[in-house]
């Protein structure tokens, strides 16, 4: 079969497309067409160039991210729920951190030589704040919120919940609205526990949810927990797996659970959606989660059965209990 450069070119466009849902979030052009509006009602409320808004808009409307229909333009179903800023469930701000977060342009002068430069570092500060919405949006808070009710029977009942590097502290949030007279530790470096406590006030909660200050790796975490959260933090672990497991475990009650959220691989071969997300961090010094066996053999070791595999949002995750 004749050979074709064909994808190379496909992924030019894909870029392009990119760039164009980027350009439009910074632009903000969603949050003026959810009402079917004429070319000269958006510049009357934004401003801008007549010409080069024309181009632009046609561009939105080529990629299916609006419509048209005579002479007025409009929001897909999708772009008004998630991209206007006039919705409760607006992620542009997220999408466009996010792309921030990974990216990966001029990364090659590190590949090159690791020493010569410095690359931003992952901003968690940043990260716990655009998080929080985005985990009402995705659907992590519905699906954690669904977990829960199923593994905890008495509402009213205290229960013992600890975050570790629990971040925008959303889950303990949502753990003590359902569980009112439970209370939750969220576990945080000092740089971003101030958010997690700014979040937790803000929802009022300070009486409840308390804020521990730290780097799990070395610190003390507490005990008597009937649940423990460690979502997305296994890259930063840099001790031993075992090790690291066993602490959990021995902070847990009997029966109490360890909820794990994250992307683990059975060998060196990450799939595409992690790699191209995360290449930015391992570039930067980020050490890979450990692998799905090693996690496997941890978890025996410090006496943590396996309840069920989970979906939380966009993510994987896992239930285990302590005791088998
Ligand atoms: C990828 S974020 C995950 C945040 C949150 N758990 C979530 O699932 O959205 C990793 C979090 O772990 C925290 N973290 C990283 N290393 C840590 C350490 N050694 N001790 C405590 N927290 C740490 C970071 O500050 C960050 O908030």
């Given at each position: 079969m004749e050979l074709k450069p064909n994808i190379y070119y496909k992924t030019i466009l894909q870029y392009r497309e990119a760039e164009l849902l980027f350009e439009a979030l910074k632009l903000d052009i969603f949050s003026y067409l959810d009402e079917p509006t004429t070319l000269e009602e958006f510049l009357k409320s934004t401003n801008y160039d007549k010409e080069n808004t024309k181009y632009f808009l046609s561009a939105l409307l080529s990629c299916g991210y609006i419509e048209k229909n005579n002479l007025t333009y409009c929001n897909t179903k999708c772009s008004k729920l998630y991209l206007s800023k006039n919705s409760s469930k607006y992620i542009g701000k997220a999408i466009l951190f996010r792309e921030k977060l990974g990216s990966i342009s001029n990364i090659g002068d590190k590949v090159k030589d690791n020493s010569l430069v410095q690359h931003d570092k992952l901003d968690f500060l940043e990260l716990a704040e655009i998080v929080h919405d985005e985990m009402y949006v995705t659907g992590r808070v519905d699906d954690f919120n669904r977990e829960i009710k199923q593994l905890f029977s008495d509402k009213y009942r205290n229960y013992k919940v600890l975050d570790l590097?629990?971040?925008?502290?959303v889950l303990s949030i949502e753990f003590i609205r359902n569980f009112p007279n439970s209370t939750a530790y969220v576990f945080e470096t000092p740089e971003v526990a101030c958010i997690s406590k700014k979040i937790i006030e803000k929802n009022d909660m300070q009486d409840r949810i308390f804020v521990l200050e730290g780097d799990f790796n070395v610190d003390v975490i507490g005990d008597g927990y009937d649940l423990i959260i460690a979502s997305g933090i296994f890259n930063f672990v840099n001790m031993d797996i075992t090790k690291f497991i066993c602490k959990l475990s021995d902070a847990l009650v009997l029966n109490g659970y360890l909820l794990i959220i994250g992307s683990f691989f059975?060998?060196?071969?990450?799939?595409k959606e992690h790699m191209l997300n995360w290449l930015k961090g391992y570039i930067n010094g980020m050490k890979p989660a450990p692998k799905k066996s090693e996690l496997k053999q941890s978890m025996q070791k410090a006496n943590l059965s396996l309840k069920k595999r989970i979906k939380v949002g966009l993510f994987e995750g896992e239930l285990r209990r302590k005791g088998w």
């Open positions: 590097g629990g971040g925008s502290g059975e060998n060196e071969e990450y799939h």
